[in-house]
């Protein structure tokens, strides 16, 4: 499998803030995801990340809090903006490729005050 | 919406014994995995079953899937305090029943395994 190096993996916030997650992956990949895990909760896509254009967002989320870049094959952002406490959850980094199918990042625990 | 139904929400057993999740979907799939989560960490991918499969092994875990009732079933056996997690199943979700893409994810079932 790929191996993911998702940061930071938690952090603590001011509510106004905005939060950059980082995924970086050891190999080029087809597909990148973030998902969102709010507290007690199974996971939710966020959205699907495109090489060099804009991600795809799921319903409920929108690029104006949810910015995402991925500038190559390897490597993906996700900003949490304009953050509230209702933001804290886990954000988890997906991969997939044909090669070795699904892998996931360790998440990033964010808490907003 | 989730594309799974997870039942129990809970479970409690004792080492030693066998623990059982069941998952329930609503659409048509290619494949189905099953993951693990350890206190709110990262997913660890434990085992797929293809849509044309109908059981498979890997270690202690036993997997079905009936297609016809849309239902997969994860059995861990001689569960150890190790065991003690989070279990999710996940589905492709795209349009066409890829075998890739977005995952939506079942509510997920609570493992604890007593020493």
């Known amino acids: 499998s790929a191996v993911i190096s998702q940061k930071p993996s938690r952090d603590i916030c001011q509510r106004g803030t905005s939060l950059t997650i980082q995924c970086q992956v050891d190999?080029?990949?087809?597909?990148m995801f973030w998902y969102r895990q709010q507290p007690g909760q199974s996971l939710t896509l966020i959205a699907t990340?495109?090489?060099?254009?804009?991600?795809?967002?799921e319903s409920g989320f929108v690029i104006d809090k949810f910015p995402i870049s991925r500038p190559n094959l390897t490597f993906s952002t996700l900003t949490v903006s304009n953050m509230s406490p209702e933001d804290s959850s886990i954000y988890l980094c997906?991969?997939?490729?044909?090669?070795?199918?699904?892998?996931f990042g360790s998440g990033t625990r964010l808490t907003v005050v | 919406s989730q594309q799974g139904e997870e039942d129990p929400q809970a479970l409690s057993i004792q080492e030693g014994e066998n623990a059982t999740m069941n998952c329930s979907y609503k659409?048509?799939?290619?494949?189905l995995q099953w993951y693990r989560q350890n206190s709110g960490r990262g997913l660890v991918h434990l085992i797929l079953?293809?849509?044309?499969?109908r059981e498979k092994h890997s270690g202690r875990l036993r997997v079905t899937l009936d297609t016809s009732k849309k239902s997969s079933s994860l059995l861990i056996t001689a569960s150890r305090a190790a065991d003690t997690a989070s279990y999710f199943c996940?589905?492709?979700?795209?349009?066409?029943?890829?075998?890739?893409?977005?995952?939506?994810f079942g509510q997920g079932t609570i493992l604890t395994v007593h020493p």
């Open positions: 997906s991969v997939w490729s044909p090669w070795f199918g699904y892998t």
């Open positions: 190999s080029q990949v087809t597909m």
């Open positions: 990340a495109n090489q060099g254009s804009e991600a795809t967002y």
């Open positions: 659409t048509s799939i290619n494949n």
């Open positions: 079953i293809r849509s044309n499969e």
């Open positions: 996940a589905a492709p979700s795209n349009a066409g029943g890829t075998s890739y893409g977005k995952l939506t």
